[in-house]
């Protein structure tokens, strides 16, 4: 064994939340034309596959479902230290949810990559925080998965690795040992990613090293892809209007600072007596 081959899913974030816009018709984000950057736990992940690659060598490969404005961000992970970039980007992949993205990703990497050791994501995402992909990808790829993780020891003549975890609820550490290849998620408080080369971001953009792949290529069922392929409908969307503030300020000592106060939040039906 010459090394793993590491998988990174990523997904493009809109860092500007006021630039976003909702198709009026399908209710879903529009994200064509908007400037993207890496969601910023998917960085707590490559940091946690290029520690595995800096100890036992081999390869770190990122892949990202997007718009073509999702080039630029796919750089930035080949600027942090991944080997290889792959845009999936096509018309047919627009709409969908995480079912239909799963599937896409999945299929995508059975179909580019002849052989892998890990999958490795982050453990949510910060515009819809559902935390679905490792689980649904581990599914169609028939692997095993593991959220939560922290780091991970591999014996590559065995194929083994061990991986910890940590149950922030609990305040708990977990290990489990799998037979490679697996996927796994990890915890968004760890590995604090290490800062994007300027000038290996540059090269990768004067040398193309991000490859862009469509589905021509692919190949992938259309009834399983984009808007078709997802069940989730969003039925209703409406403006969240601002609640209107009291603005009530108690000025004294503060023991009756806080019974005043209890006594308001009760009086309100916030907390019960």
Not at 64 to 71: H, I, Q, R, V, W
Not at 84 to 108: I, P, Q
Not at 152 to 170: C, F, G, H, Q, S
């Amino acid at each position: 064994m010459s090394g793993l081959t590491i998988i990174v899913p990523v997904k493009a974030a809109v860092p500007n939340i006021t630039a976003v816009k909702l198709d009026p018709v399908t209710h879903n984000l529009v994200r064509e034309g908007v400037p993207l950057m890496i969601n910023p736990y998917d960085r707590n992940a490559l940091e946690f596959a290029l520690r595995l690659k800096d100890k036992y060598g081999g390869k770190v490969i990122t892949i990202s479902m997007a718009p073509l404005s999702g080039k630029d961000f796919l750089e930035s992970t080949i600027g942090m230290g991944a080997d290889e970039a792959y845009l999936l980007s096509d018309r047919a992949f627009a709409g969908a949810d995480t079912l239909a993205t799963s599937y896409a990703v999945a299929r995508s990497i059975q179909r580019l990559f002849s052989s892998f050791d890990l999958i490795v994501f982050g453990e949510e995402t910060t515009d819809s925080s559902t935390a679905h992909m490792p689980a649904q990808v581990a599914s169609w790829l028939n692997l095993p998965y593991i959220y939560y993780a922290v780091d991970a020891e591999v014996k590559p003549e065995d194929r083994l690795i061990t991986v910890n975890r940590y149950l922030e609820d609990e305040g708990v550490y977990e290990t489990y040992e799998y037979k490679l290849p697996i996927v796994v998620s990890v915890y968004r408080n760890s590995n604090p990613p290490r800062d994007i080369g300027l000038i290996r971001k540059v090269e990768a953009k004067l040398n193309n090293l991000v490859k862009i792949v469509d589905n021509n290529t692919l190949k992938l069922e259309r009834e399983c892809i984009g808007l078709r392929g997802s069940p989730t409908i969003v039925a209703k969307i409406e403006d969240a209007k601002p609640v209107e503030r009291k603005k009530q300020i108690f000025k004294g000592d503060p023991r009756e600072a806080a019974k005043w106060l209890l006594d308001n939040l009760t009086k309100e039906g916030v907390i019960k007596p």
